[in-house]
């Protein structure tokens, strides 16, 4: 292994096709040595099928998969430095804890002693919190108990990347999310690269240092989480990750620095705009971006019928029809010193947008 490369893993021109249909165009990327990073996209956008050949359950059609600098073409899955978990574990139900996690050991040549190998998965099971649980059958352990004895499974060889196929998937969300912790301070604690494959954005955005979004078999955007959210790099980021409100405009006046937009109902809207041209647009607009009032009716700022309302507990989450423009998606804060107004379906209100508010897209006509 080639200790001395600074990407865990590389995409060199890597394309993958199953018969007419291409999985995935071909690609470049890099996983820098440590990363936690997401590959986040719609299903059959080819994540997956990337996850795989990572872990040389697929072989790619052209180009070259690198790890830790060295090309694994042609090398199998149990010569590689890698491990993964998947979403529905594949744990051997006839075992018990200890065996299971001791399985991957036990194939390794030369052969480990019996001592090494239990003191390997005594470490895997105090990394996961299942130290005392060692003899118990998988059938009479719990959803997230099983999904900590496949991560033990998976690390006990020491991996150089941790290659992980929706592993929460299959969990409720308040145990999904005790788990997304429990992952971040494993990464922690092993210091490896762990490249996890989900379609789940929140999931996405809340664990990973690096999401990589794909579309078609495509990557259309490689960032940190922040500026997935906040500078998405095309129309198709901005409405998959989260939630965005699109409108239709046109801009006139932009000089690199501002511009003016016409809405759908001829208002116009002064925007701090950046490298866009003059022409047809569309601004999308964060639902948290948007400052909601009662309307007072002095005409300067968008007004709108509040249609619907669901209720978050720490926010509200409001649908407002917009005349001339359509309907738009507004979530309002609550006060942390008190209760916050909450609106009622049919109250008429005012919408207020900040010029630096909207990501702006150019739109080819």
């Known amino acids: 292994m080639n200790t001395g490369s600074e990407f865990d893993v590389e995409f060199r021109a890597v394309a993958k096709r199953f018969g007419t249909v291409t999985a995935v165009e071909e690609t470049d990327f890099q996983l820098p040595r440590g990363s936690f990073v997401a590959l986040l996209g719609p ?41 993964m978990v998947f ?47 060692a003899k118990r059958r998988i059938h009479e352990m719990s959803g997230g108990q099983q999904q900590r004895v496949a991560l033990a499974r998976a690390i006990v060889n020491k991996p150089r990347v941790l290659l992980l196929d929706e592993p929460l998937a299959a969990l409720d969300k308040k145990l999904r999310i005790a788990m997304q912790m429990e992952l971040q301070n494993l990464h922690r604690e092993l210091g490896i690269t762990f490249l996890l494959v989900t379609h789940d954005q929140e999931e996405a955005l809340s664990m990973s240092d690096r999401v990589c979004v794909m ?11 922040q500026e ?12 998959f990750v989260g ?32 490298d866009v041209a003059n022409g047809p647009a569309l601004l999308s607009i ?25 209720f978050l507990g720490a926010s509200a989450e409001y649908s407002i029809a917009v005349p001339g423009i359509g309907n738009l998606l507004v979530l309002s804060g609550r006060d942390s010193g008190g ?9 008429e209100v005012e919408l207020e947008i900040a010029p630096e508010a909207p990501r702006i897209f150019s739109v080819q006509t």
């Open 43 to 83: 299903s059959g956008c080819g994540k997956t099928t990337c996850l795989r050949m990572i872990g040389g359950f697929e072989q790619p059609s052209a180009g070259r998969v690198l790890i830790g600098g060295d090309d694994m073409t042609g090398v199998p899955p149990y010569r590689r430095p890698v491990n």
């Open 87 to 133: 979403q529905h574990y594949a744990l051997f139900p006839h075992f018990d804890v200890e065996t299971n996690i001791a399985y991957g050991l036990r194939q390794i040549r030369p052969r480990l002693s019996e001592t090494e190998i239990m003191r390997r998965v005594g470490e895997a099971l105090e990394l996961v919190h299942l130290g005392r649980f």
């Open 215 to 225: 579309n078609a078999g495509r990557i259309v955007q490689f960032a940190t989480p």
């Open 228 to 239: 997935i959210y906040d500078r998405p790099a095309n129309p198709f980021v901005a409405d």
């Open 243 to 274: 939630k965005t409100n699109s409108l239709t405009a046109v801009l006139s006046d932009a000089d690199g620095v501002s511009a003016i937009a016409t809405l759908g109902d001829g208002r116009r809207m002064q925007l701090v705009s950046g």
């Open 286 to 310: 964060r639902p948290e971006a948007i400052r909601l009032s009662r309307a007072a009716g002095d005409g300067e700022r968008l007004r709108g019928t509040i249609t619907h309302r669901i």
């Open 339 to 347: 209760p916050a107004e909450l609106h009622e379906p049919g109250t």
